[in-house]
């Protein structure tokens, strides 16, 4: 198990974790950062908004970055196109 922070970074502003998650590595580090973004966009949805415009910075316990996700990474966009 390893230390992970995740620092978001939006236009609602920058919310640092100071504490941090145990997990299996960057791969379960990843899945939790895209966890993340959707119920910050969820959350969002519910008062009528979505901004996609944000970053989730993944550290290491050393203070490494080893992610960096936009929240758009974190969806598949299905956008109308000209009819």
């Given amino acids: 198990?390893?230390?992970?922070?995740?620092?978001?970074?939006?236009?609602?502003?920058?919310?640092?974790?100071?504490?941090?998650?145990?997990?299996?590595?960057?791969?379960?580090?990843?899945?939790?950062?895209?966890?993340?973004?959707?119920?910050?966009?969820?959350s969002e949805a519910a008062e009528g908004m979505i901004d996609l415009v944000g970053h989730i910075e993944v550290l290491d316990d050393a203070g490494n970055c080893v992610l960096d996700i936009s929240f758009v990474e974190a969806f598949e966009l299905h956008l109308p196109g000209p009819e």
């Fill in 1 to 42: 198990m390893e230390r992970f922070r995740f620092n978001v970074f939006n236009r609602t502003g920058n919310s640092l974790d100071e504490e941090g998650s145990m997990l299996d590595g960057v791969d379960a580090a990843r899945r939790k950062a895209i966890d993340s973004i959707r119920s910050i966009i969820r």
